[in-house]
């Protein structure tokens, strides 16, 4: 939670803050923190839900499915597989039998052999 003279982060730590880090708070909020010296403090999810009461909501775990498009890669009905890159593979948030969802908005739809259209 983060108050007038200190924070208590999720995980128990303490901290307490000096006088002219009290003295710069501006306003304190739902997901974060503006500061009269123009900065701000921005929660991060678990800081937002411990600072609004609220238990954080577990996060989503990738699972392993029986089609030859994944997280790491696609096995192609030739036999040959293609590798993601680690900045291909960050980008998928959710794979599915029927698609993709990527973070950046360009989704993929998949056949019925589960590869990408």
Known sequence: NYGE???????????????????????????????????????DR???????????QPMPVREMLAQPYGYSGIMKPDGNNRQFTAAESDN????????????DGKNVQFTDAGLPT
Do not use: K, W
């Open 92 to 103: 998928l948030v959710l794979v599915g039998p029927s698609g993709a969802v990527t973070a």
């Open 46 to 56: 678990d800081m937002a839900a411990h600072h609004a009461g609220t238990p954080p």
């Open 5 to 43: 003279s200190g924070i208590v982060y999720p995980d128990g730590r303490l901290v307490q803050f000096t006088r002219a880090e009290a003295d710069n708070i501006a306003e304190i909020g739902e997901a974060g923190v503006v500061m009269h010296d123009g900065t701000h403090v921005q929660f």
